[in-house]
């Protein structure tokens, strides 16, 4: 099973980006998905998730309202739209699944390697 990060990068504040995740080895239409962000010198934090099929959605209230988590089953991809952006997003944004059938899992079982995410003023 694998899971593997793109679309990190450098932008500025205000700006946008998208990140997406392709997963491999799991029958992830069945899994619950989910991003985990982790800023420097803090623990990870689960900041937005989503139901095997795609219809409920969580998110941290520090990402409400700028970030769209969202899925494709079809081709077993994970995205994150982040819009908005501040620089305290700065952080490695991993990407998640698990097959527990629990939503909004703070202990997901397969991790991604993380992707770097950086807002610069």
């Known amino acids: 099973a694998r899971l593997v990060e793109s679309g990190g990068g450098l932008v500025q504040a205000g700006g946008s980006l998208r990140l997406s995740c392709a997963a491999s080895?799991?029958?992830?239409?069945?899994?619950?998905a989910s991003w985990f962000r982790q800023a420097p010198g803090e623990e990870r934090e689960l900041i937005a998730a989503?139901?095997?099929?795609?219809?409920?959605?969580h998110y941290a209230d520090s990402v409400k309202g700028r970030f769209t988590i969202s899925r494709d089953n079809v081709n077993d991809k994970l995205y994150l739209q982040m819009d908005r952006l501040r620089v305290e997003d700065t952080g490695i944004y991993y990407c998640?699944?698990?097959?527990?059938?629990?939503?909004?899992?703070?202990?997901?079982?397969?991790w991604g390697q993380g992707t770097q995410v950086t807002v610069s003023s």
């Open positions: 998640t699944a698990d097959p527990s059938g629990v939503p909004a899992t703070t202990q997901p079982k397969f």
């Open positions: 989503i139901t095997w099929n795609g219809q409920t959605t």
């Open positions: 080895g799991m029958t992830f239409r069945l899994y619950e």
